[in-house]
């Protein structure tokens, strides 16, 4: 359908818990071709829907070549887990090691209405794991540990894309101006 803009970190709808999908219609289907074409085009692993500004519970994702959607996900996560790098569409350009679970059940619906149940391990269980995040309104920056997510909000404030350094600092002159020093 169409490419849409993602929401970058510091937009309260990245906050915002998703509201579960109740009419699974052509609006649905063309979320869920808006969410694939705007992952595919960034190119990402996955995208949810409130990163395209959209409080529904539904997302895509794109891993080892397997690409596909999910609606209303609930998941089941293994004991074990995994440690390693991630990132988000969502704060471009920054990665850290993330803890996650080594293997996901995510039972769910297709945008048909279907019941669809996907098993993953690897990066596929990560990706399932980060995109169900966004739809609980957490970012993956908060599942860091202390020191990792400390030097992440840094990273943060001093990317380019961040308007969180805040307005630049203005100096004044201690020296008179003629009638316009303050």
């Known amino acids: 359908m169409s490419v849409q803009p993602i929401r970058l970190f510091g937009d309260p709808v990245l906050l915002t818990k998703a509201d579960p999908v109740v009419d699974f219609d052509a609006e649905l289907r063309r979320l869920v071709a808006d969410l694939t074409d705007t992952m595919q085009a960034a190119p990402g ?15 895509t994702y794109h891993v080892d070549g397997e690409l596909g959607h999910l609606v209303n996900p609930e998941l089941t996560l293994s004991a074990e887990e995994q440690f390693g790098p991630e990132g988000c569409l969502s704060i471009p350009g920054l990665t850290f090691d993330c803890r996650r679970a080594e293997r996901v059940v995510a039972r769910g619906f297709n945008m048909y209405g279907d019941p669809v149940v996907i098993e993953g ?38 990317a380019e894309w961040s308007g969180l350094s805040g307005p630049p600092q203005i100096k004044v002159s201690p020296h008179a101006m003629n009638g316009f020093g303050l």
């Open 121 to 158: 391990d690897d990066l596929l269980a990560r990706c399932i794991q980060h995109e169900t995040d966004h739809l609980d309104g957490v970012l993956f920056v908060d599942r860091l540990d202390r020191e990792t997510r400390k030097a992440a909000m840094k990273a943060i404030r001093e």
């Open 45 to 59: 692993s996955g995208l949810a829907a409130p990163q395209i500004g959209v409080g529904l519970r539904v997302f």
